[in-house]
Structure formats: structure tokens, C-alpha cells
């Protein structure tokens, strides 16, 4: 058993770690969590962190480097709506607009039964992880359109689609970290989309390192004050 790898998928409970559980989302790789402050409790994001867990006096691996450079760089929001596209006829329905069609549907039932959100997303996000290698191979042609390689995409959902570490498959280097979401559908997805961008444009952006004993107890913070 991996004591270790057990801790860094449990982190976010342990005290110490600055923000509630909702806030976090879990990737595990190539890095451990993207935690959206203030998503869970104002439904807006007052600050992004790119958070790796270490246990044991670990290191962060190559590719962790990489992208804590890359966040340092340039940390991104894109949404579909910034793009124009022109078509000689009416396009079909695209993946993209059947899946923001059913988050918005999704939005519409939180309203209603607002005592069975975590439930209903709970749901939604499972059902997007079963489908999500059917949509990653619809999507590729939208991620390449931008310059992205699809192998440097990564899932999130909510509060955004997608995660984008530009050039970590693609180069011997992450260029830039991307946050891809779809069009807003709903007025809560669009208050969260202004509320990281309002977050990026402010600098409110960092990479994080935290070592934890196999104890659980966390023994040093790397980066959790530093700007990006």
C-alpha cells in the first residue's frame, strides 16, 4: 500500500490547507489539484491555484517543473464565445453545444431542487468522465484550431471545461496553462467565467508545493504566499 499516494488523494480534508474541499478539483496528473477559491462559498473565483501534494520529502517530478513554469508564465481563460467562426451553411450540433446544452438543463434543476446540487453534479460530473473519451476525440479539431495538442488537454468540468498545459506532450516545455470552457449558458456558468477572469487579470494565480508527513500532518508550504 502507498501510503503516500493515499495522503495526496485525501489532502484537501487535512487542516492546514487554506480553502474547503469543494474549492479543489482533482487532475492527480500531472498535478494534484486546481483549487478555485471562493467558488464553493460565493459561487465566484477569487484566486486560482495549481497545487502539487508531496509526501516523504518528494520532489516535484520534470513535468511538474514544467508547468509551475508555465503558471508563472501565463495562466489563461479561454471560452468559445471569443471565437468566430464563419460557416457557408448552418452547422450541425456540435459536441460542445449538446454538453453545454445539458450543463444548462443540469442549471436549471440545481434551481429548482437547490437541496440536491452537490448530488446532481456529482452525477453529471460521472456521467462526463464515462463519456469523456468519445467528446476528447470530437474535440481535437477544436483544441487544434487554438494550436493546442488534444494529449495536453485535461478534463475539469466544473467550474470549466477543460485545462490546457500548452506544450507538455507537444515540447520540452509548458508554454502557457489554459482554462477552456464552452460558452455560458446560464447566468451562474457566466458569473464564474468573469469571476477567473477577473482573478487572472488581477494576478491572483500561483503554483503551490505542499509536504506532508506520512502522519498527515503537513510539515512545509512551498509558494502558497508567493504571487504568480
Same mark, same amino acid.
Given at each position: 500500500?502507498? $501510503?503516500?499516494?493515499? %495522503?495526496?488523494?485525501?489532502?484537501? @480534508?487535512?487542516?492546514?490547507?487554506?480553502? @474547503?474541499?469543494?474549492?479543489? *478539483?482533482?487532475?492527480? /496528473?500531472?498535478? &494534484?489539484?486546481?483549487?478555485?477559491?471562493?467558488?464553493?462559498?460565493?459561487?465566484?473565483?477569487?484566486?486560482?491555484?495549481? %497545487?502539487? @501534494?508531496?509526501?516523504?520529502?518528494?520532489?516535484?517530478?520534470?513535468?511538474?517543473?514544467?508547468?509551475? =513554469?508555465?503558471?508563472?508564465?501565463? @495562466?489563461?481563460?479561454?471560452? %468559445?464565445?471569443?471565437?468566430?467562426?464563419?460557416? *457557408?451553411?448552418?452547422?450541425?450540433?456540435?459536441?460542445?453545444?449538446?454538453?453545454?446544452?445539458?450543463?444548462?438543463?443540469?442549471?436549471? =434543476?440545481?434551481?429548482?431542487?437547490?437541496?440536491?446540487?452537490?448530488?446532481?453534479?456529482?452525477?453529471?460530473?460521472?456521467?462526463?468522465?464515462?463519456? %469523456?473519451? &468519445?467528446?476528447?476525440?470530437?474535440?481535437?479539431?477544436?483544441?487544434?484550431?487554438?494550436?493546442?495538442? =488534444?494529449?495536453?488537454?485535461?478534463?475539469?468540468? &466544473?467550474?470549466?471545461?477543460?485545462? $490546457?498545459?500548452?506544450?507538455?506532450?507537444?515540447?520540452?516545455?509548458?508554454?502557457?496553462?489554459?482554462?477552456?470552457?464552452?460558452?455560458?449558458?446560464?447566468?451562474?456558468?457566466?458569473? $464564474?467565467?468573469?469571476? $477567473?477572469?477577473?482573478?487572472?487579470?488581477?494576478?491572483?494565480?500561483?503554483?503551490?508545493?505542499?509536504?506532508?508527513?506520512? /502522519?498527515?500532518?503537513?510539515?512545509?508550504?512551498?509558494?502558497?504566499?508567493?504571487?504568480?
Amino acid at each position: 500500500m502507498n $501510503v503516500g499516494k493515499i %495522503l495526496e488523494r485525501v489532502a484537501p @480534508v487535512c487542516d492546514g490547507f487554506g480553502s @474547503v474541499p469543494r474549492d479543489y *478539483r482533482p487532475l492527480f /496528473d500531472p498535478i &494534484d489539484y486546481v483549487v478555485f477559491k471562493g467558488l464553493a462559498a460565493h459561487g465566484e473565483v477569487k484566486s486560482t491555484t495549481f %497545487l502539487g @501534494v508531496k509526501t516523504g520529502g518528494g520532489a516535484l517530478t520534470p513535468r511538474q517543473r514544467q508547468i509551475r =513554469a508555465g503558471v508563472e508564465a501565463e @495562466v489563461e481563460l479561454f471560452c %468559445l464565445t471569443d471565437l468566430m467562426l464563419a460557416y *457557408r451553411a448552418k452547422p450541425a450540433v456540435a459536441w460542445l453545444d449538446r454538453l453545454e446544452a445539458d450543463e444548462d438543463h443540469q442549471q436549471r =434543476a440545481e434551481d429548482r431542487f437547490a437541496e440536491d446540487e452537490q448530488r446532481i453534479r456529482e452525477v453529471a460530473k460521472e456521467g462526463g468522465r464515462q463519456a %469523456l473519451p &468519445d467528446l476528447l476525440r470530437e474535440a481535437e479539431p477544436v483544441f487544434a484550431c487554438r494550436g493546442y495538442f =488534444a494529449h495536453d488537454v485535461k478534463p475539469l468540468f &466544473d467550474p470549466v471545461d477543460y485545462i $490546457v498545459f500548452d506544450g507538455m506532450n507537444a515540447s520540452s516545455a509548458v508554454k502557457r496553462v489554459v482554462l477552456f470552457d464552452g460558452p455560458a449558458l446560464g447566468h451562474a456558468r457566466e458569473r $464564474v467565467q468573469r469571476s $477567473v477572469q477577473r482573478a487572472l487579470e488581477a494576478g491572483n494565480c500561483k503554483w503551490r508545493t505542499v509536504q506532508m508527513g506520512k /502522519d498527515g500532518r503537513i510539515q512545509g508550504d512551498r509558494g502558497s504566499e508567493d504571487p504568480r
